[in-house]
């Protein structure tokens, strides 16, 4: 049996990865699944096209991952493609060089005439000077993370969620328990061998064994608004820099994002400080963007690695590592699996896997590559309830589809309370639905965590219409709804 | 669209929405506006049913705190749905959206009279078709104008229906604005249409072009030296004074457009009202006035203030947002019964009271006499009726004690 | 004099009413609708203190308090203009309940989700109490705003008293979209009252006492007080609503009535944003045109009303006015932030004046009426005191 750490894109796909190979797996997950990075990052299904200069090996897994996944999770890839828009800032150079790159790495291009491009993408800037189109994609993380999690536990797996990894046992050299622990308390688990994918938590995780990772972690910011702006993905022809791409997102669109060290592996909420340099940022490509309804502001952290590397963080790889800690004198059977985009996920994962299945001296090999994802059951029509978030459409059926859930996981896999309203007139509707399975005081904490978890992300975006949003959702909570905190 | 993605789920459009508050079916215009548009730009946004009931009175779009152009999404969202039109409404919604070939022959209305033809296209059997109020020649001596030669010109704008309908309504107006001393000329000479009609249907691409011919005629008759452009009917006044910029992708006339009603408030002489005050008109009988619905997205009120500036005896605004006439709506088999129920509100307030109705658009006086039972007509009409009552009166026994004021207008 | 009031609120109108009958030409230039809609019509003249408890006597709290707000009143002040607040109301066709003449200390009302909450005066349709006590509590099948399962939880978890909730199962006219403004329509229609009064009735059967009846707010637009007495006369109870969120039925009844009256007093509307303010008028944004006046009182509102912009950059602009407004630029003083009581060219009345957090401390019916008030001292000087008064405007 495999206990992975982590419910990310990494964790969730090694733990398929090994399902598929007939290998038992229990998932361990701090919070809910996606509480990290897979859960925070662009939505953006890269091409490859934003490495392919500097990063040629992650730009050529990239695109190669790219393809695969619109074959295995077709429903949870939006195939819009990507410009590469040329602004009279970008630098001259530039265009020439990344082509060749793009040429050399295998990715396709189409130059794209400043006219077309306009049409194409109608807010776009008068003054951008045509560019080029790349198979860029957009992924909608949640639900395909809710896919792998059915998949794994329709073969037998667990995800064992709101459980934390706290201890890990080594027996003769080579890893044998873990002790994990949760709010019913705290249990041993035996185990052949454990894959760190805890994403920007891998080095604390890897301080539990004898072995601690030096990660890189960065700070990425971005924004979303409540529309969607572009019917592309639209991204800044110059190296990567802060605030250079534009993702559609089924409604709405997300603006980032920036590059930044921190220590911190939960993602700090971002201040308005912040936000407003990184809206700044879009002036020359998007001259209405400040006038765009603003929705929240988000942060995630990048767990990146690269053990000797400069100081920028834009400067470390993309690419991701596969650590087998039993070779470098760490306990055997350890995996960690650190770096890499949510693209390349089941790339890393399967590498992880190979890793795992070599030191259990097992034969099986990858099939993720060729398997599709079955997808989630559809909710029925019933045309006879009312929504319950008007939004987003999320109405009796949707809710039902996952018995039990709290109010924060009816979030994430019904998509209540994430759209313009931020949940001001669903959030009282959906928790009357739950009062029948828990209790009141239960309850209201959970009413309290979700308004807050919406109010946290309009902060960091409270301007224009946004902030008169939040100034309605004030008075509703506390005036019409008499709620005190 | 500026503003599309603004709504914050205030549901105000909601209370504002004469429809939502009929019929119980209208999904109202949050869930058709906003929130269907937002579905369509991600590609999910199915069309709903009921979109056609919406009148494109616009009250939503006025009450929007933020600026979303609810109606004019609406508008989208049935633009969306035209292709599953039948044919025989395809039919229809032509004619409807082509009102200047009314205009240019309204007996053609007559054949709708004939019930298989009407019930064919679907159109109303219920509601009223216009009469056809041709003008008598006015007298040169009414028009006795106040001031001498150089006066100000102003170019007055013919709608359809007028065109068609009430040529009384529009020779009463450029009379009066004669008498108030200025130069009067009619735009544009043939009959076109601005393009409401075919906006409020869904038809957008549709009234794009008409917009764009209607703006190209008035620009080449326009002299350059008006003080403004005066309109008779509220629609085509929200039509050219807003939409066409705003939506239509057009450029601003080169002069402001100003409803009839508010130019005479504010150029007609003080003389003007003072005799015609004094004449006083109709005593003991009511004066109903209703802005309707595309006049309240400039406000409403100014009928009721030339009424009483007027003279007239007892004045009253009918509680109405929308008399729900709305163009052609009305005219719709599918929304008689809407439009009935919008607009029943004004017989109950005047129950019985005599008197007649002041209000500033064709279509919705037709819609207002039917149910009210009241002579409905445009300002301008009841306008000049009183000025020519004030001059057969002032002609023989002089103004009555204690309306002494100096005549420095029209006499 | 012609005083142009921007903004058409509960400020806006307030102002315009009494602005009107102190003798004034009376406009109101708004962008946009009102906050009516948005709010039941609860009174709340100060409902907690600063350090979050509830305030029982807000008569009180005033005269403790009101002068480190800035607020220069004695109770003799509160009691004039408040008794001409209630007969303003009455005279525009707005009954309060019973026992509001002049009342001594903030009641209950409950919310839709089972919460109360201290308020000073109510509509009559709306229930409040001095004490809670046992109520049946009714939700709509098919209505998603009354939450009767968590509602009628959290009322007993919170009072001790029994909430009996019961549901009305959905009549057949009813369309999955109805919000409390359909119901409300509905229910004025001779169908929906014989459903609701048959449903109600048979729900009831097995209920016995007299205990009231609390029904959610759709009891009808302007028919809503015969309905409500029809109810009662059926059921031998009280019957009141509880207040929904927005479209707030409550509201709107407020809304529609008090500018029917208005208008029909020849009060004038006119539509447009006011993006300056001038010694002579208002300037239209969108237009360039001028509205003349003598004197401009702003009722726009706050961040909420749009009387106050906040910009991407983080500043804060009135948007009458076009000027710059001081603000700390912290999130938490945003909802106190706000332009004063009067500019070079306006006075500001209701929540756009700032200072206060209404939301927080329920104080948003004083704050109207202490903003108005004042601006009406200043403008019209003596005669608010007396003789330049119009008390008997007939209503609707
Ligand atoms: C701003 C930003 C934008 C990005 N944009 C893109 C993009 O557009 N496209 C793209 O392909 N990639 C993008 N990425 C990168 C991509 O999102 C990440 O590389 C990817 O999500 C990492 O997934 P993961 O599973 O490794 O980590 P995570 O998703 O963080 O998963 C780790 C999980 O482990 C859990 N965990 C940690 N410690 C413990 C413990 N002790 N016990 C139990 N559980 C534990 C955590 O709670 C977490 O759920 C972006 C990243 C950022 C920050
Ligand atoms: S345009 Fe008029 S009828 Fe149509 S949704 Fe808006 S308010 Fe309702
Ligand atoms: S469209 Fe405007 S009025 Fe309607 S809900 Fe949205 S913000 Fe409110």
Redesign the pocket.
């Known amino acids: 049996m495999v206990v992975v750490?982590?419910?990310?894109?990494?964790?969730?796909?090694v733990a398929w990865d090994l399902s598929l190979r007939g290998i038992a797996v229990t998932v361990?997950?701090?919070?809910d699944?996606?509480?990290?990075?897979?859960?925070?990052?662009?939505?953006?299904?890269?091409s490859g096209a934003r490495y392919a200069v500097r990063d040629p090996d992650a730009a050529r897994e990239?695109i190669e991952e790219n393809r695969i996944l619109r074959r295995i999770a077709a429903g949870a890839i939006e195939s819009v493609g990507g410009y590469f828009v040329k602004t009279p800032a970008s630098p001259d150079d530039y265009g020439a060089r990344w082509l060749a790159a793009m040429d050399a790495v295998g990715i396709p291009v189409e130059p794209v005439s400043r006219e077309a491009l306009r049409t194409a993408v109608p807010e776009l800037h008068p003054d951008v000077k045509g560019g080029y189109w790349v198979p860029d994609g957009v992924?909608h993380?949640f639900p395909l993370l809710f896919r792998l999690q059915k998949a794994i536990e329709a073969r037998g797996g667990r995800v064992q969620h709101h459980?934390?990894?706290?201890e890990v046992a080594v027996d003769h050299g080579s890893v044998c328990r873990v002790r994990?622990s949760s709010a019913s308390g705290s249990e041993w688990i035996a185990c052949d061998a454990l894959v760190n994918?805890?994403?920007?938590?891998?080095g604390?995780?890897s301080e539990?064994f004898d072995d601690p990772l030096t990660m890189r972690l960065?700070?990425?910011?971005?924004i979303i608004f409540a529309e969607r702006k572009t019917a592309h993905v639209v991204n800044r022809l110059a190296p990567p820099g802060d605030g250079d791409?534009l993702?559609p997102h089924d409604r709405v669109t997300i603006w980032?994002?920036?590059d930044e060290p921190t220590a911190s592996?939960a993602?700090d909420p971002p201040q308005r400080s912040e936000t407003q340099k990184l809206l700044s940022l879009g002036r020359d490509l998007f001259p209405s963007m400040e006038q765009w309804r603003a929705l929240r502001a988000f942060?995630?952290?990048?767990?990146l690695y690269q053990p000797e590397s400069a100081a920028d963080p834009r400067h470390i790889t993309r690419d991701f590592t596969v650590i087998d800690h039993g070779r470098r004198g760490g306990p055997a059977g350890v995996v960690s699996?650190?770096?890499?985009?949510?693209?390349?996920?089941r790339l890393?994962a399967e590498k992880a896997a190979d890793a795992v299945t070599a030191y259990l001296g097992l034969g099986a090999t990858s099939a993720t590559a060729e398997t599709p994802l079955p997808p989630l059951p559809t909710p029925g029509e019933d045309a006879r309830t009312p929504w319950l978030c008007e939004c987003e459409q999320v109405g009796e059926r949707d809710l039902a589809a996952w018995p039990g859930a709290t109010l924060a996981e009816w979030r994430t896999r019904t998509w209540f309370s994430m759209g313009p309203c931020q949940g001001t007139f669903c959030l009282h509707r959906v928790a009357n639905r739950r009062i029948a399975a828990t209790n009141l005081a239960a309850l209201d904490a959970e009413e309290v965590a979700l308004r807050e978890e919406r109010e946290q992300g309009m902060q960091g975006a409270l301007w224009g219409d946004n902030a008169r949003e939040w100034a309605l959702s004030q008075a509703v909570r506390r005036q019409t709804l008499g709620e005190r905190t | 669209m500026a503003h599309s993605d603004a709504c914050l789920k205030c549901t105000i459009c909601i209370a504002a929405c004469p429809v939502y508050r009929k019929d119980g079916e209208f999904p109202g215009p949050k869930a058709l506006g906003p929130e269907w548009h937002r579905r369509h730009l991600a590609g999910t946004g199915d069309l709903m049913d009921h979109v056609d009931d919406c009148t494109f009175c616009q009250l939503c779009e006025g009450a929007c705190p933020v600026g979303v152009p609810v109606a004019h999404l609406i508008a989208e969202h049935k633009a969306a749905a035209l292709p599953k039109q039948t044919w025989p409404m395809r039919v229809r919604d032509t004619v409807l959206t082509h009102p200047e070939w009314v205009a240019r022959a309204p007996v053609l209305t007559r054949a709708t009279a004939l019930v298989p033809i009407s019930r064919w296209l679907k159109l109303s059997t219920r509601s009223q078709r216009p009469s056809v109020r041709k003008a008598p020649r006015l007298s040169r001596s009414s028009r006795r104008a106040a001031v001498g030669g150089g006066r100000p010109r102003v170019a007055l704008f013919v709608d359809c229906f007028d065109r068609g309908f009430d040529t009384e309504a529009m020779l009463a107006a450029q009379a009066l604005m004669e008498v108030f001393g200025f130069e009067v000329h009619q735009v544009p000479r043939t009959s076109q249409c601005c393009g409401a009609a075919a906006y409020a249907s869904g038809r957008v691409a549709q009234a794009r072009r008409q917009a764009g011919a209607m703006e190209q005629a008035i620009r080449g008759e326009l002299r350059g030296d008006e003080v403004a452009l005066i309109t008779l009917n509220a629609t085509c006044q929200g039509t050219i004074g807003e939409e066409w910029s705003k939506f239509l992708g057009l450029n601003d006339l080169p002069v402001p457009v100003i409803p009839f009603h508010v130019f005479a408030l504010q150029h007609a002489p003080a003389g003007f009202w003072s005799t015609v005050a004094a004449a006083n008109v109709d005593p003991g009988s009511w004066t109903w006035t209703h802005t309707t619905c595309r006049g309240r997205r400039r406000g409403d009120g100014a009928l009721f203030q030339l009424a009483r500036r007027a003279g007239m005896d007892q004045v009253e605004p009918l509680d109405l947002e929308c008399c729900g006439a709305a163009g052609s709506y009305a005219f719709k088999a599918e929304h008689a019964e809407t439009a009935h129920d919008i607009g029943q509100p004004a017989a109950a307030q005047i129950h019985g009271r005599p008197g007649v109705i002041w209000v500033d658009s064709g279509t919705c006086a037709v819609h207002l006499e039917q149910l009210a039972g009241r002579t409905a007509r445009h300002p301008a009409y009841w306008l000049w009726q009183a000025w020519l009552t004030s001059q057969s009166a002032s002609a023989t026994p002089p103004a009555p004690a204690g309306h002494g004021e100096p005549r420095d207008g029209g006499s | 004099m012609r005083v142009v009031v921007v903004g058409q609120g509960p400020a806006g109108l307030l102002t315009a009413d009494w602005a009107h009958r102190l003798g004034a030409e009376v406009f109101v230039a708004a962008a946009a609708d009102g906050s009516l809609a948005l709010w039941s019509g609860a009174w709340d003249f100060r409902s907690f203190a600063d350090s979050g408890e509830v305030v029982r006597d807000p008569w009180q709290w005033w005269d403790l308090h009101g002068r480190q707000r800035g607020v220069a009143w004695n109770r003799e002040d509160w009691v004039r203009w408040w008794t001409r607040w209630r007969d303003t109301w009455s005279a525009a066709g707005i009954p309060l309940a019973a026992g509001a003449e002049l009342p001594s200390h903030n009641r209950w009302t409950p919310t839709a989700v089972g919460r109360l909450r201290p308020v000073f005066v109510c509509p009559a349709w709306q229930w409040a109490a001095d004490e809670p006590e046992p109520v049946i509590w009714v939700g709509l099948e098919g209505l998603a705003d009354t939450p009767i399962a968590l509602a009628s939880a959290r009322y007993h978890a919170l009072t001790g008293m029994t909430a009996t909730g019961v549901c009305l199962p959905r009549p057949d006219a009813w369309v999955p979209h109805w919000s409390g403004l359909a119901w409300s329509v509905y229910v004025d229609s001779e169908p929906g009252r014989q459903w609701l009064t048959e449903a109600l009735t048979r729900a009831l059967r097995d209920h016995a006492g007299t205990s009231p009846v609390l029904m959610p707010q759709m009891l009808g637009q302007d028919g809503c007080e015969t309905l409500i007495g029809q109810l009662e006369a059926a059921l031998g109870r009280p019957v009141r609503e509880y207040a929904l969120l927005p479209p707030a039925v409550g509201g709107i009844r407020i809304r529609d009535r008090w500018k029917r009256a208005l208008k029909r007093r020849g009060v004038t509307w006119v539509s447009g944003t006011v993006g300056a303010v001038r010694k002579e008028g208002v300037q239209f944004r969108d237009t360039g045109e001028l509205l003349p006046a003598d004197a401009v009182v702003l009722a726009t509102g706050g961040i909420l009303g749009g009387g106050l912009w906040l910009s991407a950059a983080g500043e804060l602009f009135n948007t009458g006015t076009g000027e710059m407004v001081p603000w700390s630029g912290r999130m938490e003083d945003l909802a106190r932030a706000g332009i004063g009581t009067e500019g070079p060219a306006y006075r500001a009345v209701g929540r756009v004046v700032g200072g206060f957090d209404s939301d927080r401390d329920g104080d948003s019916g004083a704050v109207n009426l202490y903003t108005v008030a004042s601006a009406m001292e200043a403008l019209f000087g003596e005669r608010t005191a007396g003789e330049g008064w119009q008390h008997s405007e007939e209503g609707p």
Not at chain 1, 5 to 13: N, R
């Open positions: 750490v982590g419910a990310g894109a990494t964790g969730l796909g361990i997950e701090q919070g699944i996606a509480h990290g990075t897979s859960g925070r990052f662009h939505g953006l299904l890269h990239c992924i993380g459980t934390r990894l706290v994990v994918a805890a994403g920007p938590w891998a604390k995780v539990l960065s700070r990425g910011l971005m791409i993702v980032g994002t920036t592996p993602a942060s995630g952290v990048r767990p699996v650190v770096g890499g985009k949510w693209v390349t996920f890393m």
